[in-house]
């Protein structure tokens, strides 16, 4: 896996799957897609990577110019993102080594806000008996996690429906990638000043 552009573009991340608990890894072509939906550049732009695997997103979305915060409950995967942080001499990234689902009610209680937030759960895992994207994306859309205009990128298996709106968000588009697909909702807007 290589970081694609920007600041720390050619560096290579030396992710093996099977090392790493049997990770699935975004395919280059679902990675282009999302940094083209999200415009390119991220310059100041906050980011949240909710299940960050390898790293790969939230790494090339800081090598992009945004603020990153990665969240990988997995140790062996969290360690390898530590290294990587250190060794390329990475500033201002947040790695957090809890389960999303916990972190989001956290965030909320601390008013954290995002412009982007990349979600890509292990297509088999559940929470409370339903699929964990499907969970967390009800955690998202009920909360202010997302900045007016924000943008929701979801990494799912094709065969999961996921909801067209739920609280906040609104899917604004679908593209399949082989067995995976990428769904991208935005906010509805909700926060208004008074």
């Given at each position: 896996m290589r970081i694609v552009t920007g600041t720390l573009r050619g560096r290579q991340i030396p992710f093996n799957p099977r090392r790493f608990g049997n990770a699935r890894v975004t395919s280059g072509k679902l990675k282009e897609a999302l940094f083209s939906a999200l415009g390119g550049m991220l310059e100041g732009e906050s980011f949240l990577d909710l299940c960050a695997g390898s790293g790969q997103i939230a790494l090339e979305a800081y090598s992009r110019g945004?603020?990153?915060t990665a969240v990988e409950p997995d140790q062996r995967r969290l360690l390898l993102l530590r290294?990587?942080?250190?060794?390329?001499?990475?500033?201002?990234?947040?790695?957090l080594g809890v389960?999303?689902?916990?972190?989001?009610?956290?965030f909320q209680r601390?008013?954290?806000?995002f412009d982007t937030i990349y979600l890509d759960?292990?297509?088999d895992a559940q929470l409370s008996?339903?699929?964990?994207?499907?969970?967390?994306?009800?955690?998202?859309g009920n909360s202010d996690?997302?900045?007016?205009?924000?943008?929701l990128a979801v990494q799912h298996f094709k065969g999961l429906q996921l909801p067209q709106e739920q609280g906040c968000l609104?899917?604004?588009?679908?593209?399949p990638y082989g067995d995976t697909v990428l769904t991208q909702y935005s906010t509805l807007t909700q926060h208004t000043e008074s």
């Amino acid at each position: 896996m290589r970081i694609v552009t920007g600041t720390l573009r050619g560096r290579q991340i030396p992710f093996n799957p099977r090392r790493f608990g049997n990770a699935r890894v975004t395919s280059g072509k679902l990675k282009e897609a999302l940094f083209s939906a999200l415009g390119g550049m991220l310059e100041g732009e906050s980011f949240l990577d909710l299940c960050a695997g390898s790293g790969q997103i939230a790494l090339e979305a800081y090598s992009r110019g945004a603020r990153i915060t990665a969240v990988e409950p997995d140790q062996r995967r969290l360690l390898l993102l530590r290294k990587l942080v250190a060794e390329w001499d990475i500033e201002d990234a947040e790695l957090l080594g809890v389960k999303a689902q916990t972190l989001i009610p956290q965030f909320q209680r601390q008013s954290r806000r995002f412009d982007t937030i990349y979600l890509d759960p292990p297509y088999d895992a559940q929470l409370s008996s339903r699929p964990l994207a499907i969970a967390l994306i009800e955690l998202i859309g009920n909360s202010d996690l997302l900045n007016d205009g924000g943008l929701l990128a979801v990494q799912h298996f094709k065969g999961l429906q996921l909801p067209q709106e739920q609280g906040c968000l609104r899917a604004v588009r679908q593209r399949p990638y082989g067995d995976t697909v990428l769904t991208q909702y935005s906010t509805l807007t909700q926060h208004t000043e008074s």
